[in-house]
């Protein structure tokens, strides 16, 4: 089917989530063959750019797009043999460079394909349009040239990226550059609306608004990049609003733009989820883990590449939970599996869970092969959650993470690092480097100068750790001592009366389950304030005020008080299991069914990076996390 009889993407509709949409749109109304019969071939090249095959490999698997007629993928840049017997079918990124590339491939007497169905990831210049006309015979084999509007990465069910490598360094770098950062927040720009124009979402566009630190001091550049970028994406959905068919001409959801100016210790501080701590302690790279299995001729171990993604039913249970609570979680699927399955007991009857070995585990699998699957992905997260809690063992971070939490609530200071830097030996550097940018993120002052320097030398942070701790300051203005509320509009403003210069506050009402679970985002709290349609205009103005009816009775600001909001609860570790080993209430009984109609969408943009746990935050109504794909 067709991307527009995919049903209904806003007002209250069905929300599909990115990577659905990506997969359909790129599947069924680009790859696949035309319902029209132009295509006389039922065999196609597909032709991308360094970025458009990166788009195409985070949605669709390999098999899937042979399956829609494509017999070979290759680089626009790459020099390709002669394939005219063939079709084929571009999608590319509407540069100069790519235009003249694809001219070069179809103009001559004897062109690269037969025919040419050109689809850009973006919207096209007119310049560049002029380009291919004035091109006769490229023309005469062109049988399509659309602008595909989809010219972003989905990292999951609901994160995306603009996959801008440059765009802290262009944007922040001490050395200020206007054209340049003007240049790549115009391609920030254009890649968040091409998300919006692909979910058929019109939304209001609020900002994190610029402020000077003083009435007489000149608003700078970096203080303005959300502004910009507000604006930027606000003139997109203009163009969108003529130019797309069925694109909503009044508006249907809320995005929000920040930068990490709002939160600086989101991105240091040790999380604890399951996710968090597979991807800050194992030896990821993306979304793949290699880990050890036996060797089937009994020789060595072997290496076995795996992903951890939406296909693993047990890691999206588990992901957005506490390490501890995963290891619970685990520990009862795996006595569950076995106390229902006899032929599972192998070896069992004298050991307790925590003993059973991979070998025995290979038993298992091939006494039950109905259930090997099965097995297989718990006998994997079992050795990845014990690899957790030893590395979490061996390199201290529970006494770490706790002391990380006490500083930004204020219940520990300067004095408890040194102490806690002078008795701690197991501790690694980058555990140190993340300790001193979570105190300069607290403290401003007291990294200035003499007192900075003896605190970085006790770390025994390198050159490049200090440059790293000194360059916060440009992701924020660093603020003097202020009286106004930590979740305003930067982090560094804290009330001088809260003890310890206290970066967050506990949340009334909320009960804590597990231990180290007490750190909160900030773009949490205004995530749920902008739900509730308490957020501050004077702090996060609007492209296009909503009108007054745009909220409902119950989130106008003269509703009922906010209640407590409770993010943790203590029945998350107790839950009714199923024969099959998964727990009945989990995300996996409502994963097959998509999004359900839950109102109106929110989406949020972070310029300079998101976390882990500020994507997986979900509030009543459906939230998209978007990430900004630059580490910090």
């Not at 998101?610 to 979900?618: I, P, V």
């Amino acid at each position: 089917m067709s991307f527009s009889d995919s049903g209904s993407y806003s007002n209250g509709g069905d929300h599909k989530n990115f990577r659905q949409i990506t997969r359909e749109r790129l599947l069924y109304e680009m790859v696949r063959p035309d319902k029209n019969g132009t295509s006389e071939s039922p065999w196609k090249v597909l032709v991308v750019d360094k970025l458009t095959v990166k788009i195409l490999s985070s949605a669709c698997k390999s098999s899937e797009i042979t399956q829609q007629g494509i017999s070979l993928v290759e680089l626009i840049t790459k020099q390709r043999q002669p394939m005219a017997p063939l079709e084929a079918i571009y999608f590319i990124q509407p540069t100069e460079s790519n235009v003249n590339a694809f001219l070069s491939d179809m103009t001559g007497k004897s062109p690269l394909y037969k025919k040419a169905f050109v689809f850009f990831s973006s919207p096209v210049s007119r310049s560049l349009v002029t380009l291919i006309r004035k091109d006769v015979r490229a023309m005469k084999r062109i049988g399509a040239l659309k602008e595909m509007n989809l010219e972003y990465i989905s990292m999951d069910i609901q994160g995306f990226v603009t996959n801008n490598e440059n765009a802290l360094e262009d944007l922040y770098s001490e050395e200020e550059n206007y054209q340049r950062a003007d240049a790549c927040l115009n391609v920030v720009a254009k890649r968040i609306a091409t998300v919006l124009a692909s979910l058929k979402e019109y939304p209001f566009v609020r900002y994190r608004g610029a402020k000077a630190l003083d009435a007489t001091t000149m608003t700078t550049y970096r203080e303005l990049i959300p502004t910009k970028l507000a604006a930027s994406v606000w003139n997109c959905l203009a163009r969108y609003k003529q130019t797309i068919e069925d694109f909503p001409q009044t508006e249907t959801c809320e995005l929000l733009i920040l930068d990490r100016s709002i939160d600086q210790i989101a991105p240091l501080i040790h999380e604890w989820t399951y996710d968090a701590m597979c991807h800050d302690l194992l030896k990821m790279e993306g979304n793949k883990y290699t880990h050890e299995v036996p060797s089937n001729s009994g020789g060595n171990p072997e290496n076995k590449e795996v992903l951890l993604d939406e296909e693993d039913p047990i890691w999206v249970e588990l992901r957005d939970v506490h390490i501890a609570d995963a290891s619970e979680r685990l520990h009862e699927k795996m006595t569950n599996f076995i106390s229902k399955n006899k032929a599972a007991q192998i070896k069992h009857s004298s050991k307790d869970f925590g003993d059973i070995s991979s070998k025995d585990l290979k038993k298992m699998v091939h006494a039950l092969p109905q259930y090997s699957e099965q097995i297989d992905k718990l006998s994997l997260h079992v050795e990845i959650a014990r690899t957790i809690n030893r590395t979490i063992m061996e390199q201290g971070l529970r006494e770490l993470g706790k002391l990380e939490q006490d500083l930004v609530f204020g219940d520990a200071g300067r004095k408890e690092v040194v102490k806690f830097l002078t008795t701690n030996n197991v501790i690694n550097q980058e555990s140190k480097l993340r300790l001193m940018m979570i105190l300069a993120a607290i403290y401003p002052k007291k990294f200035e100068g003499e007192k900075g320097r003896k605190m970085m030398e006790l770390a025994k942070l390198s050159g490049d750790d200090v440059v790293a701790v000194n360059n916060l300051r440009l992701l924020g203005p660093v603020h003097t001592e202020s009286k106004r509320s930590t979740t305003g509009s930067f982090p560094l403003k804290f009330d001088v009366l809260k003890k310890n210069r206290a970066a967050r506050k506990d949340r009334v009402g909320e009960t804590q389950t597990w231990q180290l679970s007490r750190f909160y985002p900030i773009v949490e709290e205004l995530v749920e304030k902008l739900n509730r349609g308490h957020l501050p205009k004077q702090d996060y103005p609007c492209m296009n005020e909503p009108k007054p009816t745009f909220y409902s009775a119950s989130q106008s600001p003269s509703a009922s008080p906010v209640l407590p909001h409770s993010r943790r609860t203590p029945t998350w570790a107790r839950r009714h299991l199923s024969d099959d080993g998964y727990f009945s209430d989990s995300v996996l009984g409502r994963a097959s069914s998509g999004f359900k109609k839950k109102g109106q969408r929110i989406f949020v943009f972070i310029v300079g990076g998101a976390t882990r746990s500020e994507k997986m935050k979900q509030i009543n109504e459906e939230e998209e996390i978007s990430l900004d794909d630059i580490d910090i």
